[in-house]
T-cell receptor, first 112, second 114 residues
């Protein structure tokens, strides 16, 4: 699985959009981009995933560049409850689907 | 529906002992994977089971083992515990290997080795 690079930490004002970048320059054509987040002392929580097209769900939006070498997770209206470590992961969906390689993630702090 | 359940949530062991952790996946999920999380190494993949068969294994010594039962419940065992085994052990379940790939994690079992 390709590796990802994320900033160590970021902060965002409550109510504003939080934009979390991720670089995955070695991504393969069949690898998806996934985002998970981990709130302190809890298990990671799935947020969103995509292959080529931008995706949106009730939690966030995922913007993938045309060359697929980077992506941005957007939390449209950040709240204090969005304070967490956010992991960007790339992986294929095959028999090794569950062998996720987590990087260090981005620690997002939401300030009041 | 009920989420992934891990037991026990907290436990303390001493060096040399062994420990067994349990994971009950979401009903209908057949894939169960295990991860170790430590402050220094982050989240690391241990192994993954599907239909009672180990499909993938991470780079951990043989002291770490696991199994999956016919009802998809899974256990992992760590023998001859070392201080460095102190960690949060997370279990995740998913519907199938070729599904959306979404993993559902439990709250974890926090192991302290003294």
């Amino acid at each position: 699985d390709a590796k990802t690079t994320q900033p160590t930490s970021m902060d965002c004002a409550e109510g504003r959009a939080a934009n979390l970048p991720c670089n995955h320059s070695t991504i393969s054509g069949n690898e998806y981009v996934y985002w998970y987040r981990q709130i302190h002392s809890q298990g990671p929580q799935y947020i969103i995933h995509g292959l080529k097209n931008n995706e949106t769900n009730e939690m966030a939006s995922l913007i993938i560049t045309e060359d697929r070498k980077s992506s941005t997770l957007i939390l449209p209206h950040a709240t204090l409850r969005d304070t967490a470590v956010y992991y960007c992961i790339v992986r294929v969906l095959d028999s090794s689907a569950s062998k996720i390689i987590f990087g260090s993630g981005t620690r997002l702090s939401i300030r009041p | 529906k009920a989420g992934v359940t891990q037991t026990p949530r907290y436990l303390i062991k001493t060096r040399g002992q062994q420990v067994t952790l349990s994971c009950s996946p979401i009903s209908g999920h057949r894939s169960v994977s295990w991860y170790q999380q430590t402050p220094g190494q982050g989240l690391q993949f241990l192994f993954e089971y599907f239909s009672e068969t180990q499909r993938n294994k991470g780079n951990f010594p043989g002291r770490f083992s696991g199994r999956q039962f016919s009802n998809s419940r899974s256990e992992m065992n760590v023998s001859t515990l070392e201080l460095g085994d102190s960690a949060l052990y997370l279990c995740a379940s998913s519907l199938a290997l070729d599904g959306t790939g979404e993993l559902f994690f439990g709250e974890g079992s926090r192991l302290t080795v003294l």
